[in-house]
């Protein structure tokens, strides 16, 4: 029984593509996020969506689109890729109300060539 | 500024002994939590502890352990009887509400790496 699932987990293009990457959470959690792990291992938030309702953007280009259909999902698109988007991403999710812990899936590793 | 340090970028440990991984934040919230996760070398994020700023005693799960000084703004991670297969990054973490929304974020230290040895 997966937590939090992505699709894919390794993902390869050419710069200058549009990528998607899925997530799923079958927890029934409120909150969901998209974290950014770099070539050093740094995390750092994307976004961060609250009952389907974008709620942090943390500086992020407008080449990244997050959309949530419904509570359980959040899908990521990149446009115009940039051979600097090369990075782990990793979905998150957690209970709105007295929820510490953020599950996370188990990353998508994008290479952009 | 950094609000997650941690100076160790990497420590090697001996199989069964103790080991503990610092972390010292930096904010100004009263509530705040302060978590750690471990990496392997397959790389998914696995929780191991949770502290409270209002806990008042310092958080155990299994051979984790989180010595958590909140006057000095410190929360470090102690695992016990270490095994080969706690070889990993480590990251600690702290809860942070947003500007945005007032809705919660985890904010990261760089991580360290532990070795452990037979």
């Known amino acids: 029984d997966t937590a939090v699932s992505q699709t894919p987990k390794y993902l390869v293009t050419q710069m200058g593509n549009d990528k998607s990457i899925k997530c799923e959470q079958n927890?029934?959690?409120?909150?969901m996020y998209w974290y950014k792990q770099d070539s050093k291992k740094f995390l750092k938030i994307m976004f961060s969506?609250?009952?389907?309702?974008?709620?942090i953007n943390e500086t992020v280009p407008n080449r990244f689109s997050p959309k949530s259909p419904d509570k359980a999902h959040l899908n990521l698109h990149i446009n115009s890729l940039e051979l600097g988007d090369s990075a782990v991403y990793f979905c998150?999710?957690?209970?709105?109300?007295?929820?510490?812990?953020?599950?996370f899936g188990p990353g998508t590793r994008l290479t952009v060539l | 500024a950094q609000k997650i340090t941690q100076t160790q970028p990497g420590m090697f440990v001996q199989e069964k002994e103790a080991v503990t991984l610092d972390c010292t934040y930096d904010?100004?919230?009263?509530?705040?939590?302060l978590f750690w996760y471990k990496q392997p070398s397959s790389g998914e994020m696995i929780f191991l502890i949770y502290?409270?700023?209002?806990?008042?005693q310092n958080a155990t799960e299994g051979r984790y352990s989180l010595n958590f000084q909140k006057a000095r703004k410190s929360a470090n991670l102690v695992i016990s009887a270490s095994q080969l297969g706690d070889s990993a990054m480590y990251f600690c973490a702290m809860r942070e509400r947003s500007t945005q929304g007032g809705s919660e974020k985890l904010v990261f230290g760089k991580g360290m790496k532990l070795t452990v040895n037979p």
């Open positions: 969506y609250n009952n389907k309702e974008l709620i």
């Open positions: 904010t100004s919230d009263p509530s705040y939590g």
């Open positions: 927890l029934g959690h409120d909150t």
């Open positions: 502290q409270g700023s209002y806990d008042q």
């Open positions: 998150a999710s957690r209970k709105l109300a007295g929820g510490d812990e953020q599950f």
